[in-house]
């Protein structure tokens, strides 16, 4: 059933409710009364308040969900929730790690991705966004030049995520066979509950190079959406140890709509499980928990990658 409603303050307000309530699919998971939300914000809304005052209170109420794949648009701004973020320590210096990298000159970069081999012949690569397109060419080229290290770190810590194709592009060539990584399931109507079954997702593995020593996955809060599925994928691998600190989730594979106003919401309509059909919206964990020391930062040394190499080193 198709509602109409009026494009004036409690019209927009009501359809930017309705899209929530009818599409958006963590309501059961993080224990949300929408009823309560619309009770509470509703009877803010006034027939004369101005774009902007309308806009605010419907960003503060969509900041509810808790969920940072939930974003209003309209021409003059953008709602965010950082908060999955932003209440936790940063576990990542870019600073200290141009001092692992070195200059331009010392380091590669091909397909969004840096990287080195360190004096201790351990590979060093850094990826910070799963929007940068990988080429197979250049994996294969990054992978040939890292077998010869004793083991790879693999950087993702800041990646905010971008192309699930780029995940799987990448996270194939550490599989040696077809492996069941997760499940994902659809909204099938509009009550809260209305999901399709879990369907299974598999990862196939690259027919290209594949890297077969030992990887070390570095993590922070700053790895959300894309990048959470990715860290959830990489440990099916064999020889895969996570560290660092929990990602900031974002499972929710993200839906549009738009309302009376021409203004653009944008939520979480497809929950995405891993293989245990536990979700991952609100993270996933490291294998071992390694956060930023101090003392360390204090003389550039970044806790979490040495960590990496101490590992790597057994």
Not at 73 to 92: G, K, L
Not at 171 to 191: D, L, Q, V, W
Not at 214 to 222: E, I, K, Y
């Amino acid at each position: 059933m198709n509602l109409q409603f009026d494009n004036n303050p409690k019209g927009n307000f009501d359809a930017l409710w309705d899209i929530i309530d009818r599409n958006y699919c963590f309501f059961e998971y993080k224990s949300i009364d929408w009823d309560r939300i619309y009770d509470e914000y509703s009877s803010r809304v006034t027939s004369d308040m101005s774009s902007e005052g309308l806009f605010k209170l419907m960003g503060q109420m969509l900041a509810e969900l808790k969920d940072g794949h939930v974003n209003l648009s309209a021409s003059h701004d953008i709602t965010r929730y950082w908060e999955w973020q932003e209440n936790y320590p940063a576990n990542f210096d870019i600073d200290i790690q141009k001092v692992y990298l070195g200059n331009e000159t010392e380091y590669s970069r091909v397909s969004g991705m840096s990287y080195k081999i360190l004096e201790d012949n351990v590979g060093y690569l850094y990826y910070g966004s799963f929007s940068s397109d990988v080429g197979n060419a250049s994996l294969d080229l990054i992978l040939m030049k890292m077998a010869l290290c004793s083991g790879l770190i693999i950087d993702v810590r800041n990646n905010g995520g971008g192309s699930l194709v780029n995940v799987d592009k990448i996270a194939s060539r550490f599989f040696n066979e077809r492996t069941h990584i997760g499940y994902i399931s659809h909204k099938i109507g509009p009550g809260h509950n209305d999901f399709s079954e879990l369907y299974p997702k598999y990862l196939e593995s690259s027919d290209r190079v594949r890297f077969q020593k030992p990887v070390v996955v570095l993590t922070n809060r700053g790895c959300y959406s894309a990048t959470n599925e990715f860290v959830s994928i990489m440990k099916y691998a064999p020889q895969i140890t996570v560290i660092g600190d929990k990602t900031g989730g974002g499972s929710g594979l993200p839906f549009s709509s738009e309302l009376p106003n021409g203004w653009s919401i944008r939520f979480s309509a497809s929950p995405i499980l891993n293989a245990e059909k536990e979700h991952i919206e609100f993270g996933v964990e490291p294998d071992i928990y390694v956060s930023m020391l101090q003392e360390d930062k204090e003389n550039n040394r970044d806790t979490i990658i040495e960590k990496a190499r101490e590992l790597l080193k057994r």
